[in-house]
């Protein structure tokens, strides 16, 4: 991990000087990166406010470009692709070579030295014009995305190494993991750091100003981390505070009955009320600066395309989803583009015309006889989708936590590990989501109520494969080996061993810090 650990020797100085964006909230105008010094660009509110921008979108990029949904959707068996880059945890036989597998690491480790540059060091590099509350919110940002990375990090990998400080280990990089319990004690306190230092808000329909995360995001975020720790009367008092705030709000529910699950994933409704933190892209003409999505998911034939490019459709809806969802849950046809179905909003090529999905055997992509909708907004529409790059990249945030999810992590609180509960707060939570979808509620709720919903909720958004990875490992493997994980032509079916839920670590990174590979130490915090 030499080069890993110097080149973040860098950042931690450079920092101010990389891509974190413009002063305004949309993420728009970034300044010129090559002509800021460090005592001007901190001079002002709105240079320290913005200090964060771009941990919103391009230290991420190589996480949620191929890697994300390669490891958690078509790991969990959501997504089918016979795509050679992105394909090895279909059958479960991902390793340490996999270019993929490097670059998710890579920009995990990224977010987690930026982070770290902000913390320890920006506090020193402001003018006396800087408001303190302004410095404390950024500073805030910083710890809400340290625990971020680290929350993917020990559920992908496990025991990984803590730093604090990236200086702290440019002569001596070779250092060993720690613990998964110390990792989620960093985690937990980074977020009530961030829950210390991050404005409160609102989330109003002025999406311009949502973009930046909140308390109510740390909040969030820290009840999902309390659940996976089984911290369940800690999630639930945290889910409720958030509940209670009335910061976010569902999408298509009693309060804003305008708008439906549909509206969640497109441009327009970028920074939503029910969005509690998202990915922030803008093209910009650069690879790495907008989502890519569109192009990988949806529609891509001689014919008919839903991209800008001149591919697409890498990945597709596996034959496992597209079973599991209920007759009358709206979300099938939002969530999943079945033969013959119609999207207005969606303009395809050649010709720009409506989309119609075509036959089955028509679709293109996978084979996989149907595509995926999420995300997939199609090509340059005005204001539908806004601009395409110069790599046919769009727009359109990607979540990494909304609202219906915390409604659902509230639910499971309230049940704390039990067979059933009829609770009244719990089945608030759990029936909003249903009704939003277009189902009844339900009187009594079970931990598998609660779990299929979350898989259909939020299919396709990168949550599946850890839900499968907290439940007890027979009945996980059990789930997984049942799964059809092959196309609409040929059936396959694959069980994943105990070693298949944490992913390798990259060869290379092994070969610089072998003690990676060794016994996790327990880490001393100060």
Partial sequence: MKTLFNTYKLLAFAVVILAFGSCDDDFTNRPPEDQISL??????????????????????????????????????????????????????????????????????????????????????RVGPAVDDDVLQNTIGEAYFMRATAYFYLVRLWGAVPIIENNLDFTTNPVIPTNRVEDIY??????????????????????????????????????????????????????????????????????????????????????????????????????????????????????????????????FAPSQDIMAAYETGDLRRKETIMFPGATYPNIKVVPGGGTLTVPAADQIGGQGAGAAIKKYCIGIVNGTVTGPADNWAMMDNNTYIMRYADLLLIHAEAVLAGGASTSDASALASFNAVRN????????????????????????????????????????????????????????????????????PYPDNEVAKNPLLIEAPVPYVFD
């Fill in 39 to 124: 005592d001007a660009y901190y001079s002002s509110n709105d240079q320290v406010a913005s200090a964060t921008n771009g941990m919103y979108s391009r230290t991420w990029f190589q996480f949620e470009n191929k890697f994300f949904w390669a490891v958690t959707e078509v790991g969990s068996g959501n997504m089918y692709t016979g795509s050679s880059d992105v394909n090895a945890m279909r059958n479960f036989s991902l390793n340490g070579s996999d270019p993929e597998l490097v670059n998710g690491w890579s920009s995990l480790w990224a977010n987690v030295a930026q982070s770290n540059a902000i913390i320890n060091f920006l506090a020193n």
């Fill in 185 to 314: 004690q960093l985690i937990e306190m980074d977020y009530q750091k961030a829950i210390e230092k991050l404005f409160e808000k609102n989330r109003g329909s002025n999406y311009a100003a949502n973009g930046h995360v909140s308390k109510g995001s740390a909040k969030s975020m820290l009840a999902k981390v309390y659940l996976y720790e089984k911290k369940y009367a800690e999630a639930r008092a945290m889910a409720e505070d958030v509940i209670n705030s009335g910061e976010f709000k569902l999408l298509g529910g009693p309060q804003l009955p305008s708008k439906s699950f549909g509206d969640l994933f497109t441009y327009a409704n970028n920074n939503n009320e029910e969005s509690i933190f998202a990915l922030q892209w803008k093209g910009d003409g650069n690879y790495g600066s907008a989502n890519n999505c569109n192009t990988q998911f949806g529609i891509s034939t001689a014919t008919v395309s839903t991209s800008n490019a001149s591919y697409g459709g890498v």
């Fill in 436 to 503: 939003r979808a277009g189902l009844s509620s339900l009187a009594s709720i079970t931990f598998n109520d609660i779990f299929k919903e979350r898989r259909l909720e939020l299919c396709f958004e990168g949550d599946y494969w850890f839900d499968l990875g907290r439940i007890p490992r027979a009945q996980a493997t059990a789930i997984m080996a049942a799964q059809n994980r092959g196309n609409k032509d040929f059936e396959e079916h694959y069980t994943p061993e105990e070693g298949d839920f944490l992913i």
